[in-house]
């Protein structure tokens, strides 16, 4: 069995607890012992890596995944790329993720149907790098809902599965089990970047959403959904949905109808593709464009909607809509610091967000997503302190050491010592 011993760590849990110093012993997958006295462990036949006060930290989940999403201006762009393209595209990003300290991905959608799935089961078998993936199916939506993008005369392609009344959609979730996705996502609501229904457009029929949900629970799969108007957001409470994104319209009831299962439902506000789009969308947006459309407005709701949340211990997740023009792959970290200056929340709760609810939401909450004995050791090495330093976990090269299931993917000290050798 494989061991690894950090020592002289400052081990950031990933609870919210202030980080402490300790040496922790990985043996195969897990971590075996956290040694708050240092030096107490036995090393023998260990790698050892000495972390020098540096922090070590659970990997971080991407709670919002778009493995399968690459540099689309229009969700329509995704739709064009041909399936072998697409399929190296994906795997490419896969790579992308984990290269930046995610080593899980709980996947919002995909946008061909068995992107994630074969991504996910090829990561599984070792053959390709990658994080720890839960799959999703396309975004399903109704005609005339985000990601119906065709036009009376022409088909169009884009990121949806389009699926109207009751026997639609159960056909529809069905197809996405068969095809082995693990979370079946719905569009319940518009949005104010696709060309038809606004974000404040209820566009899914409650009988709609209550079907998907009873389907893909039937197969034992978890249910995402798009939400921004408030009736969005009220729908998905009263018919079972797990994972609430977006919710920046969430009006007084829809915040306590959250706040009622916030021990089963998590929200996340995806705020890094709101913020790309008016700070970072030149050429392809204005920002007078940005704002025209209402980008400002969705980050000061958001502000407002996320401040509740927090307060009412409802869990949040980031992951900000990565994988467009505005907000790419592998940039996903800088939600870490969108939590903190756009939405309030402190570093560590961030990081919580990033960790803690992560492994929660890929309901390995047992198992993942803390440093903690007996869990599996996905974990960072970072070079910057993340409690003062957020914005420094963007950085690839602030990620010292990336451990996944226990395995070295990425070691710095030890590629600078091979450098030097064979030079
Ligand atoms: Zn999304």
């Not at 760590?9 to 607890?17: C, E, I, K, S």
Request: proline letters at 4%; hydrophobic letters at 40%.
């Amino acid at each position: 069995m494989s061991r690894t011993l950090f020592r002289n760590a400052m081990v950031f849990d990933g609870t919210g607890a202030e980080p402490f110093p300790a040496d922790v012993l990985v043996e195969g997958q897990r971590i075996r012992t956290i040694a708050r006295t240092p030096g107490q462990l036995n090393a023998d036949g260990a790698t050892i890596i000495d972390a020098h006060g540096r922090t070590l930290m659970p990997g971080l989940v991407e709670g919002h995944a778009h493995i399968s999403f690459g540099g689309a201006v229009n969700d329509k762009d995704l739709g064009d790329i041909p399936p072998e393209e697409h399929v190296l595209l994906t795997m490419r990003n896969a790579k992308t993720l984990l290269d930046h300290g995610f080593t899980s991905a709980y996947s919002a959608a995909t946008s061909k149907l068995r992107l994630d799935v074969v991504i996910r089961n090829e990561v599984n078998a070792g053959r390709l790098p990658g994080p720890r993936i839960r799959a999703a199916s396309p975004e399903i939506t109704v005609t005339a809902g985000l990601g119906d993008e065709r036009k009376k005369h022409m088909h169009y392609e884009s990121f949806g599965m389009i699926a109207d009344g009751e026997v639609e959609m159960a056909r529809v979730v069905r197809l996405c089990c068969r095809e082995g996705v693990d979370n079946i996502k719905i569009n319940i609501s518009g949005d104010d970047l696709g060309p038809l229904a606004r974000g404040g457009i209820t566009t899914m029929r409650e009988s709609e959403v209550r079907t998907a949900v009873e389907v893909a629970k039937d197969f034992g799969k978890k249910v995402n959904c798009h939400a921004r108007a408030a009736n969005s957001v009220k729908r998905a409470v009263k018919c079972g949905v797990d994972v609430i994104y977006h919710c920046e319209s969430a009006d007084e009831e829809a915040l306590d109808m959250v706040e009622s299962v916030k021990d089963r439902v998590f929200v996340g506000p995806a705020i890094g593709i709101i913020y790309g789009t008016i700070h970072d969308g030149e050429p392809w947006f204005s920002k007078e464009f940005a704002l025209e459309i209402g980008m400002q407005r969705v980050i000061d709701d958001s502000l407002k909607v996320y401040t509740e949340f927090r307060k009412r211990g409802v869990r949040a997740l980031i992951g900000g809509d990565y994988g467009f023009i505005q907000s790419p792959q592998g940039t996903n970290a800088r939600d870490l610091k969108h939590f903190v200056d756009l939405l309030g929340y402190s570093p560590s709760e961030a990081l919580v967000c990033g960790t803690k609810h992560g492994g929660q939401v890929m309901e390995m909450g047992h198992e993942l997503g803390l440093v903690k004995e007996g869990y599996l050791a996905d974990l960072l090495l970072v070079g910057a302190d993340p409690l003062k330093h957020i914005e420094k976990m963007v950085d690839e090269d602030n990620l010292h050491v990336i451990m996944k299931d226990g395995a070295l993917y990425k070691d710095i000290a030890k590629a600078a010592l091979q450098q030097e050798k064979a030079a």
